[in-house]
């Protein structure tokens, strides 16, 4: 398995729910930190809260050599950077339908729920991809080589949409 290091809801994506992240707003104190997933076939893109989970930050594009050894090495990113909970792109359809690759994102979703105990949110992440194109067109980037960054942005995406919809959710409570 190979990374490339460069920088870069809830059950049914509706909303998010209330678990809370033991964030102290108005002190502006560290946060447990919240790790995103855009699970592909090949590859999957890791996005990370700031400590103050404000924001979304790029982490690596993870490329996948199989369940235990892409576990093992979430594994060690939970470590690394004191990860209590994950939220994972839910690529349904345009119709709101499961699509084969919502299938495989939740089953991915479960593995982290049983193998590490963390609260996971499914995400939906309907154009999210297309949204990160658009992103890297603008920003510049050439079409070429986007596959080590473009996972990374979709993260990114999930994640910065995650935190947006949680704290406008405690902005009405």
């Known amino acids: 398995m190979t990374t490339d290091e460069n920088p870069r809801g809830d059950e049914d994506g509706e ?7 033991g964030s102290s707003e108005s002190t502006g104190a560290l946060v447990a930190r919240v790790l995103a997933f ?3 076939d090949r590859r999957i893109g890791l ?5 103050l989970g404000y924001t979304a930050q790029p982490l690596f594009t993870l490329h996948r050599a199989g ?5 093992k090495s979430v594994a060690r990113v939970l470590r ?15 119709s709101g339908d499961q699509s084969p690759q919502a299938a495989k994102a939740q089953a991915f979703a479960e593995d982290l729920r049983t193998e590490f105990g963390l609260t996971v949110h499914l995400w939906d ?3 999210t991809t297309t949204q990160a194109h658009r992103h890297l067109d603008d920003a510049g980037h050439a079409a070429m080589g ?8 979709a993260a990114v995406l999930i994640l ?3 935190l947006e919809a949680r704290a406008n959710e405690r902005g009405r409570s």
């Open 15 to 21: 909303g998010v729910d209330s678990v809370s992240s």
């Open 38 to 40: 855009d699970v592909g």
């Open 47 to 51: 996005a990370i809260s700031d400590p």
């Open 67 to 71: 369940r235990r050894a892409d576990l």
């Open 80 to 94: 690394k950077h004191g990860v209590t909970e994950a939220v994972v792109g839910n690529p349904l359809y345009m």
């Open 125 to 127: 992440e309907r154009l």
């Open 146 to 153: 986007r596959k080590g960054i473009i996972d990374q942005v």
């Open 160 to 162: 910065q949409s995650f």
